[in-house]
C-alpha cells in the first residue's frame, strides 16, 4: 500500500447541482500533490470530504488506507489542514492556539511544549506567541495556522490555497517549509499559483467543474500541451511583406503581429524547416522558441473565460 | 472518552476567567435592579405572598433566572460565533475528538456560566440586602439551579446550532425565553393565574425551575412533580441538543 491518499469515485452535489463528479485519484506517500482550478472548480468540496468535514454523496475515500466515511476519527488523527480561510481562535494567544490544538489531539504538555517552540521558532512567530491572532498581520496569521497543523506531526498535510495573501517574501518562506516536509509526509494542496505549483509540486492535477482535465509533473504537462509549436521572430526590415508571406504558407497556423515582433504558430515541429526557407535570414533580428508556461496549458485547459 | 469534551469546555473557561470581572459587573446589574425597584420599590405597595416577604419571595427567582439566561447566552452565541464567525467549530472538527466531545463541552461551558453567574448574583444579594435564609436547603436549591441551567444550556445550543442569522437568536430569547421565564412566576405567585390556565402553566418547565428553586430554597423540599420535570426536561433537551449538533455537522 503505497498511497497516502485513494479517492474511489467521490461525488459530491448539493441539492441538483454537481460539485465533484467521480472523482478518483491516488496519490503516492511522501510526495507533494498540487492540485489546480478556477473558482468553483471544487477543490475546497474535495478537501473537506478528505479531511471528513463533508461526506461524499457517493463514493468512498482513503488516506493511508483508512475510509473517511467509516474511520473518520483515524484519518483526523494522522491529517493536519490548514483551510482556505483562517479560522484561529481570536480569544487565544497563538500559543494557545497551538496548546489547544495539541490537547485536541491527546498530547501531553510533556509533548507539546517543545513542539510548539520549535514550530514558532521555525514560523518566526516565537517572539509575538503570546499576543492575540487579530495583532498579527495576515501572513503572520497564515503561518500560524500551518503551525498549528503540525503540531501533531501529522503523516498527510491538507493545504487549502495556503499561500493566498501572502507578500513574495512569506510566499517563500512558507514554500521552503514545505520542501523540507516532503518525504516525510504526503502534502495535498491547492493553489491558484502556477509558479507555486511548478516550484512546489512532484505531481499537478488540473481540475475543473469537478473533474480531472489533466495530470502529471510540471514538465509532462507542458510538454503535453506544446503541441502547437509557437515561435517568435523578431524581423530587421520588411515586416510587412513577411506577413503577408506568413499568411499563404500552409503550414502556418496562426501569427500575431505586434510592431515587428511576430508570434507564429506552426502545424508541428517539421515545420521549422521550411518555415525558415521562406524567410531570409539577413532579415531576421530574433527567432527564439516560445516555451510554454504552466499558466498557458492551465488557461488552454480552463478557458479565458472569468467564472461567475 | 470526552478529554476532547474537557478540553473544550477548559478553553471557554480560560476565555471566561480573562474577562471574568467585566462579565459580572453587567451580569449582577441586571437582577440586581429588579431586586431593588420591585423588592424595594413595590415593598410597600406588596407586603408578602403567601405569607413569604415580597423581597424574599422574588430573590430565589432572580437567582435562578440569572442563571438559566446566563447559560442559554453563553450556549446559543458562543455556539453560533465559534461555527459562523470563528469556525473554530471546524478546526476541532478536523481533530480526533468527535461531534460528542465538542457539542458536550459546549454545554458544559454553558452551564458553568450559569452557576458561576448565579452564585455571584446570590452572594450580592446576600451582601447587600437583608435576604437571608437556611443554608441547610442550599443544596436542594442547587440541584434544581444545576438541572434548570442544564436545560436552558441543551436549548442555547440548539439556537446556535440550527440558526444561522444572529438576529434570529436575539428574537428567540425576546420571544420565547423572556415571556417563558417572566410567565413562570419570578414575579408574583401562580395562583394570580385564573383556574382555566393554571395547569398549562404548571407544565412549562420554567414554572418547575422558578417554583421549584423557591420552594427548595425557603422550605428545603421540591415538590416532585416539579423535581420530575427539571429531570425530564433535561434529558430531554440534553439528548435533542446532541442529536441536533450531530445532525447539522452531517450536513
Ligand atoms: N455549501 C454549499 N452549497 C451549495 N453549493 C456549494 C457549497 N459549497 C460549495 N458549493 C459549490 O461547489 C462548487 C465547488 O466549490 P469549491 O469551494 O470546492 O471550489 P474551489 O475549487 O475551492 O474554488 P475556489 O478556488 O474559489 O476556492 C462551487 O460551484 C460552489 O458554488
Ligand atoms: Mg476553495
Redesign the interface.
Known amino acids: 500500500m503505497n498511497h497516502a491518499i485513494t479517492l474511489h469515485e467521490i461525488t459530491k452535489s448539493y441539492d441538483g447541482f454537481t460539485a465533484v463528479d467521480a472523482f478518483s485519484l491516488e496519490v503516492e506517500r511522501g510526495t507533494v500533490f498540487g492540485l489546480l482550478g478556477p473558482n468553483g472548480a471544487g477543490k475546497t468540496t474535495l478537501i473537506k470530504i478528505l479531511t471528513t468535514l463533508m461526506r461524499p454523496t457517493l463514493g468512498d475515500a482513503f488516506v493511508e488506507g483508512h475510509s473517511v466515511l467509516t474511520a473518520g476519527k483515524e484519518v483526523r488523527r494522522l491529517i493536519g489542514v490548514v483551510p482556505q480561510e483562517n479560522n484561529l481562535d481570536r480569544y487565544l494567544t497563538a500559543r494557545e492556539n497551538l496548546v489547544l490544538h495539541a490537547r485536541l489531539h491527546g498530547m501531553r504538555p510533556a509533548a507539546y511544549n517543545p513542539r510548539i517552540d520549535q514550530l514558532l521558532e521555525m514560523t518566526g512567530l516565537a517572539a509575538r506567541q503570546h499576543d492575540f491572532p487579530d495583532t498579527y498581520s495576515g501572513g503572520m496569521q497564515r503561518r500560524l495556522v500551518v503551525a498549528r497543523a503540525l503540531v501533531h506531526e501529522p503523516r498527510v498535510l491538507f493545504l487549502d490555497e495556503p499561500t493566498t495573501g501572502l507578500d513574495p517574501q512569506s510566499r517563500r518562506s512558507l514554500w521552503d517549509h514545505i520542501r523540507g516536509l516532503r518525504r516525510s509526509m504526503t502534502v495535498f494542496l491547492t493553489t491558484h499559483y502556477m509558479d507555486e505549483a511548478d516550484a512546489l509540486c512532484d505531481r499537478i492535477m488540473i481540475m475543473d467543474h469537478g473533474t480531472c482535465l489533466a495530470d502529471g509533473t510540471a514538465a509532462q504537462l507542458k510538454d503535453a500541451f506544446s503541441r502547437a509549436h509557437t515561435y517568435q521572430v523578431e524581423f530587421r526590415r520588411d515586416a510587412d511583406r513577411y506577413q503577408g508571406v506568413l499568411a499563404g504558407l500552409s503550414f502556418v497556423k496562426g501569427v500575431e503581429r505586434e510592431g515587428s515582433l511576430f508570434q507564429i504558430t506552426l502545424a508541428d515541429e517539421e515545420s521549422i524547416k521550411p518555415l525558415m526557407d521562406h524567410l531570409c535570414g539577413s532579415d531576421i533580428r530574433r527567432i527564439c522558441l516560445k516555451e510554454p508556461s504552466l499558466e498557458d496549458v492551465f488557461i488552454s485547459l480552463t478557458g479565458e473565460k472569468v467564472r461567475e | 472518552m470526552f478529554?476532547?469534551a474537557f478540553?473544550?469546555w477548559?478553553?471557554d473557561m480560560?476565555?471566561l476567567k480573562?474577562s471574568i470581572i467585566s462579565e459580572l459587573v453587567s451580569v449582577v446589574a441586571y437582577p440586581l435592579t429588579l431586586y431593588l425597584a420591585f423588592g424595594f420599590g413595590l415593598k410597600g405597595y406588596i407586603t408578602d405572598v403567601n405569607g413569604v416577604p415580597y423581597p424574599l419571595f422574588i430573590a430565589p427567582g432572580l437567582i435562578s433566572m440569572t442563571a438559566v439566561n446566563a447559560a442559554f447566552d453563553e450556549s446559543s452565541w458562543s455556539m453560533w460565533f465559534h461555527r459562523k464567525v470563528?469556525?473554530?467549530i471546524?478546526?476541532?472538527?478536523?481533530?480526533?475528538?468527535?461531534v460528542y466531545d465538542i457539542v458536550i463541552g459546549k454545554i458544559f461551558s454553558g452551564f458553568s456560566q450559569g452557576a458561576v453567574k448565579g452564585t455571584v448574583v446570590f452572594l450580592v444579594i446576600l451582601f447587600l440586602t437583608p435576604f437571608r435564609i437556611d443554608y441547610a436547603n442550599l443544596p436542594m436549591y442547587l440541584l434544581c439551579i444545576a438541572l434548570s441551567s442544564m436545560t436552558f444550556s441543551c436549548l442555547g445550543t440548539i439556537c446556535g446550532t440550527v440558526i444561522d442569522k444572529p438576529e434570529n437568536i436575539g428574537r428567540v430569547q425576546s420571544v420565547i425565553i423572556v415571556p417563558l421565564i417572566f410567565m413562570a412566576g419570578i414575579f408574583f405567585p401562580l395562583s394570580s393565574y385564573p383556574a382555566s390556565i393554571l395547569p398549562l402553566i404548571q407544565l412549562l418547565p420554567t414554572t418547575a425551575v422558578f417554583e421549584g428553586a423557591r420552594d427548595a430554597l425557603l422550605t428545603g423540599t421540591i415538590p416532585t412533580h416539579y423535581l420530575v420535570n427539571l429531570v425530564l426536561s433535561a434529558a430531554f433537551c440534553f439528548a435533542v441538543a446532541v442529536y441536533t449538533f450531530n445532525r447539522k455537522m452531517?450536513e
Request: hydrophobic share 25%.
Open positions: 478529554k476532547g478540553s473544550i477548559g478553553r480560560l476565555v480573562r470563528q469556525r473554530t471546524e478546526e476541532y472538527r478536523v481533530t480526533p475528538v468527535t452531517a
